[in-house]
Every structure is written in structure tokens, then in C-alpha cells.
């Protein structure tokens, strides 16, 4: 006998598709990154947060953000009410340059430790 003969075809076994997971609620942020604070040649003025928005690239699209919440989370190393996370809350207040950058202004300045990292741009409250 063949080795195609010794084969035999098995039949394959239907697919069943997996259902999404639903949400219990949509989210109601876009991711954003603390670029640094704003500045001059030899001063930097760290009560201003510069901050990227993921997805928006000219002034135009970046004053739909104005007035709108931005929230710094991170993990704090002593644990309080139960959890170690904490928040810095702060509110967009103006574009900064063409490129769809913003300046926000936050409760307690947002360390230096944070450049670079992740916040999160509610899209609350609403102009709409």
C-alpha cells in the first residue's frame, strides 16, 4: 500500500465561534502621554503638563479636548483605603503648538517620574 492510501482523511471538526466577551461599560478614555512640562530656553514651568494624545495630530483635532478631565494613575508602594493606586486629576486648558499637542494643568504637579508614561484623557465633561 501507498502512504496516500495509509492516510485516512479525518473529518474536521466544525468551528464554533467564539462570542466577544460584552463589556459592562464602555470605556471613557484615550490613552494620552505625559510629554514633559512646558518651557522656555532656560526655565521650565512645571505647573503646565504637555501631554500627546493618541490619535491626534493637528490643532484642529486637539480642541475638541479642551476642558476635558485627564487622569495620571499609578501604584503608590504604601497601601491606603486598601489599594495602593493613586490618581492625579488635572483638566486640558489649551493647545499647545500645530501638532496636537496640549497643555493641561493638574491638582498637584505631575512628578518628573512620569514623562513618558501613560494618562488617561476622559471624554467627559461634554461640549456636545
Not at 464602555?26 to 490613552?31: A, C, E, Q
Not at 503608590?76 to 486640558?92: D, L, P, Q
Amino acid at each position: 500500500m501507498s502512504q496516500e492510501q495509509k492516510k485516512e482523511v479525518k473529518p474536521k471538526k466544525k468551528q464554533t465561534k467564539k462570542k466577544k466577551k460584552q463589556n459592562k461599560s464602555p470605556r471613557l478614555h484615550v490613552d494620552g502621554i505625559f510629554m514633559g512640562y512646558r518651557r522656555g530656553l532656560t526655565t521650565q514651568k512645571t505647573g503646565t503638563s504637555l501631554i500627546k494624545i493618541v490619535g491626534v495630530s493637528t490643532r484642529k483635532e486637539s480642541e475638541w479636548y479642551l476642558g476635558k478631565k485627564v487622569a495620571y494613575v499609578y501604584n503608590a508602594s504604601r497601601h491606603h483605603n486598601g489599594s495602593n493606586v493613586r490618581t492625579i486629576w488635572g483638566k486640558i486648558t489649551s493647545s499647545h503648538g500645530n501638532s496636537g499637542i496640549v497643555r493641561a494643568k493638574f491638582k498637584r504637579n505631575l512628578p518628573a517620574i512620569a514623562m513618558g508614561r501613560k494618562v488617561r484623557v476622559m471624554m467627559y465633561p461634554s461640549n456636545i
